[in-house]
């Protein structure tokens, strides 16, 4: 039996775009990613969230950025090669993209947008094929923030799964009267509705897709 020190934090998830090799955990010392910048701006002392990457088969645990005040991280991400972090700094005005190489066990800088980008870090997140970043403000929109610049309107139930190419599969959910669920694949350009199909898809860890309805 292997001992997994990740200090109390038991929230141990698999990482999204992952092949059951990388696991995380955090310690959400002030909630999300939007209610600590929320603290921020009201004037609290943020201190940074803790994260851990944990490598399956070895069991080895690994902190690649470590913590700072006015700093917090994201929900990271596997993008086929490694793990990617999304890394805010509040006091310095960045959002940092960084890739975890885990055979140097070193971090490397993506990219360094300004926190300006976005209006706020609301549903703020990394998608992967190719890697992005992404943003679903609270008002009927979607965005990508990097590597290029896209807006579009989409329902308020939709929620990105994930991207393919030039592709973007959303799930969405209705209550008509019975809950269910349902795909919408958009174009990146526009938004535009190219296919419904029923149920949600869940990429398996060996990165096969399954419609599950």
Known sequence: ????????????EL????????????????????????LFRQGHLV???????????????????????????????????????????????????????????????????PLSAVKDCYNLMLHTSPLSLTRQPNDGTFEIIWPEHVRFAI??????????????YFNVWYEDPDYREETVVRSLHGGTILERLPGDIRIMPNGERWIIK
Request: charge should be negative.
């Open 15 to 38: 990482i999204r775009g992952g092949i059951a090799e990388w696991y995380w955990a955090t310690d959400y010392i002030h909630g999300d990613l939007y209610e600590a910048e929320e």
């Open 47 to 113: 201190r940074s969230n803790r994260l851990y990457l944990i490598h399956y088969p070895d069991g080895m645990v690994y902190e690649p950025v470590h913590s700072a005040d006015g700093q917090y991280l994201g929900t990271p991400v596997y993008d086929g090669s490694s793990v990617v972090l999304l890394v805010v700094s509040f006091t310095e005005s960045v959002i940092r993209i960084m890739r975890f190489l885990h055979q140097q066990v070193e971090v490397q800088e993506v990219v360094r947008l």
């Open 155 to 168: 329902n308020d139930r939709e929620a990105l799964n994930f991207r393919d190419g030039d592709k973007l």
């Open 1 to 12: 039996m292997k001992n997994i020190d990740i200090h109390g934090m038991t929230n141990m």
